[in-house]
């Protein structure tokens, strides 16, 4: 009868064990990137608008491109993604591609220029292609929203390491979330 409940109760700590590691049945996934919180240093972009599915944007990367070694910018490049395409229709998604310019920096006819001011932001440092980028907003807002934070501002992509010379799965990007 001993042998019996030390099998039973050695059973019960290895069920116990599992359901601890996987949050009770349901598997858990761990990622490879951390999300943090941080106070940005305000920056200037030049940009270009675009209205349309954020999957359309590769032409402006290029046209940036040329425009940036043109004029010797060398900032990095910066996305500003205004609305959410689980809510938007593709259509009429917003957004801004651009690249961080020094002060007094004046654009040509066409690029827009404008300031984002130091804010408060949820950030991660994700690597991999842009899509896989993008599979990731729904975890962060959800860690956002457990955290008892707000969103308060479009979603920035810095992208710290990319191009065309580099294969997509060697992008940096880090993806900032302005908070409340």
Sequence with gaps: MKKILQAAFLILLIIIFIFTQTGCGKKVEKKSYEI?????EQMTIVYLEHTGSYEQMEPLFGQLGGYAAQKGITGNLVGIFYDDPSVIRAESLRSEIGFVIPDGFMPDSGYGIQTIPARKVVYAI???????????YDYIKEWIAKKGYKMNGAVTEIYLEGGPNIPPEQYVTEVQFPIE
Excluded at 126 to 136: F, T
């Design 126 to 136: 994700l690597k991999g292609p842009y899509d896989k980028i993008a599979g990731e």
């Design 36 to 40: 943090l919180i941080k106070n940005t």
